[in-house]
């Protein structure tokens, strides 16, 4: 998996693109939630499961029900005054969906299986940049630095700064350029 950081900054962009301006506290704590809580899972590790069980990492954690499910408890816990409104599922599923699509792109680990408890088929991305985050976390924290954090500063950190930052800072232009011409 690419770290809690990788995952929360993709809840965190999703929010953001989901809102003009600075999205609501509500909005993007819980879209960082939904982005994080598959990794519940982890604590499975101890219970020494193989890699095909359902609940083993990446299991039904990561399907696309409980991605639905946890979707549905952050509508539940933040919006229940909104949950007719398309845009805050969207992007609660977004955040949700976002964690089980970044685990598929990392490079190591098992597939994720999308499909329980349909099918227990595991699935990876045909293209994987990002070193998948070693857990729990050795002494080799150099090539942790340098594989696993590199690889999701450049694919997970760069598109969210372009993500967030390029619409405000657009937006930041015109309302200078527009305050220009006023006389
Ligand atoms: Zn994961």
Not at 49 to 59: E, M
């Given at each position: 998996m690419p770290s809690v950081l990788g995952h929360a900054l993709a809840g965190l962009t999703i929010s953001a693109a989901y809102t003009q301006g600075r999205p609501p506290r509500r909005s993007w704590i819980l879209a960082t939630a939904c982005a994080v809580a598959p990794d519940l899972d982890w604590f499975t590790g101890f219970l020494r499961?193989?890699?095909?069980?359902?609940?083993?990492?990446?299991?039904v954690s990561h399907s696309l029900l409980a991605a639905a499910l946890i979707a549905a408890a952050a509508m539940l816990i933040g919006f229940r005054h909104r949950l007719r409104s398309p845009r805050h599922w969207a992007c609660m599923l977004s955040a949700a969906f976002s964690h089980g699509l970044l685990d598929a792109c990392t490079f190591g680990g098992t597939g994720v299986a999308f499909l329980l408890p349909f099918s227990r088929a595991r699935f990876v991305c045909l293209w994987q940049p990002i070193f998948v985050s070693p857990v729990?976390?050795?002494?080799r924290l150099l090539d942790w630095l340098l594989f696993s954090l590199g690889t999701e500063i450049v694919w997970i950190g760069i598109p969210a700064g372009l993500a967030f930052g390029a619409p405000r800072a657009i937006q930041w232009l015109r309302l200078r350029r527009s305050s220009e011409e006023l006389p």
């Open positions: 499961l193989s890699d095909g069980n359902s609940l083993s990492h990446r299991g729990p976390l050795t002494g």
